[in-house]
């Protein structure tokens, strides 16, 4: 975090536009009884400086804390699941809950060891594909066991590529001498290679189209 050319570090379970799945069920009662479930969250685990290493703005409540993996379990949802497990609500303060539901209209049956309270609503961001609309997104706070579970990815926001790529190696050597050195990459090259991707995609289509023309 202090590091040379480090302006803010934290850490996140999954980079977003790297073509990998977090998703996991998520359900909610609003404030009728009506249960709205999503099969396909992303979630997100992420450590307290996320938000700012990522640039990702919170439109309403707050960010995670470090004191939030101790404490009552909590979320940040994205702004699209907001109003989707939430419609017509403010989703501050309201529970959601991980796994299968048991079919019933009453928040107080399900189980409360799956259940997390919104804390924050987070801007819209793509984390599987820019092609698809935002993705519903649900951060928690990562945890140790988390940590103990390994595969975890470092997001750095800094003014100097070149200087925070060399801290990082240099700060990986003296904790993990000999270890592997990481592979460094920025958000930009992420958004061109996906964007270079969808060209492809458009382009393929198009010769298909053409070949389907001809005959």
């Not at 706070?141 to 070149?162: H, N, Q, W, Y």
Request: glycine letters at 8%; charged letters at 20%.
């Amino acid at each position: 975090q202090n590091a040379p050319g480090v302006q803010t570090a934290a850490l996140m379970s999954m980079p977003p536009l790297r073509g990998w799945m977090a998703s996991t069920r998520i359900f909610s009662f609003d404030r009728h009884g009506a249960e709205h479930s999503d099969s396909e969250v992303w979630a997100e685990a992420v450590s307290a400086s996320y938000f700012d290493a990522m640039g990702t703005r919170i439109l309403e409540g707050r960010a995670l804390t470090a004191a939030d993996a101790n404490g009552e379990k909590v979320c940040v949802l994205s702004r699209s699941a907001a109003h989707f497990f939430f419609p017509g609500q403010n989703a501050i303060g309201q529970l959601v809950y991980a796994g299968q539901s048991d079919s019933v209209k009453d928040a107080d049956a399900a189980k409360r060891e799956n259940a997390r309270r919104v804390v924050g609503i987070a801007a819209d961001a793509h984390f599987f594909s820019l092609r698809k609309e935002a993705d519903h997104v649900m951060y928690t706070p990562i945890t140790k066991e988390d940590l103990a579970s390994g595969g975890f990815e470092v997001a750095v926001r800094s003014p100097d590529v070149g200087l925070a790529a060399q801290e990082i190696r240099r700060l990986l050597q003296s904790v993990a001498p000999g270890a592997k050195p990481p592979a460094i990459y920025t958000y930009s090259e992420l958004l061109n290679d996906q964007l270079q991707r969808e060209r492809m995609l458009i382009s393929l289509s198009s010769s298909f189209g053409g070949v389907a023309l001809v005959l």
